[in-house]
């Protein structure tokens, strides 16, 4: 009876690792294809802000370097970035900039004017209603930018607050 306890056990440790190794690689390997997915701009749409009208990649400047922002409004990294950028408002002002947010529109419409930068002609607030972001993007937390030439090639991708020399570098690019 013991020998087939253990071996029971032994088992049920055996297949644990077994799903746990399988999980991790699933994982993997729709991360990376998520990276793969995002080396030019991929197709997209979400709502503008307090509108009913949907914004898409086709609306994005043409020969323009882009800045995507995926932020949410009670994060504190993103309000550093936020204030950051809006303290060097004028050295972005030959780029796109895309703000997009899950967040309710009154918190939206809260962080933009908390940090001067409503009413800017280059950049864009648009909300994530339907939670597709990591969809396209893929799953990573707040902030995270992604720059993209003119071209709408990835730069480069910056998970968590990013130091707004370096997404200037990269947008210049």
Known sequence: MKKKLKILILSIFILSIVFMVYKISVKK???EKHIENIQVLPLFSFN???S????TDSDIAQNKPLLIIYFHPECEFCSEQANEISQKIQEFNPYQILYISNARASAIDSFVNNYGLA???N???LQDKDLIFNDIFGRSGVPVSF????????VKQFKGEAKIEELLK????
Not at 52 to 55: A, D, K, L, P, R
Not at 147 to 154: A, F, T
């Open 119 to 121: 009413g800017k002609v």
């Open 123 to 125: 950049i864009i607030f």
């Open 52 to 55: 009913s009208e949907i914004f």
């Open 147 to 154: 720059v993209y030439n003119k071209n709408k090639e990835l």
């Open 170 to 173: 990269c947008l210049k690019e």
């Open 29 to 31: 390997i729709q991360e």
């Open 48 to 50: 503008e802000l307090n």
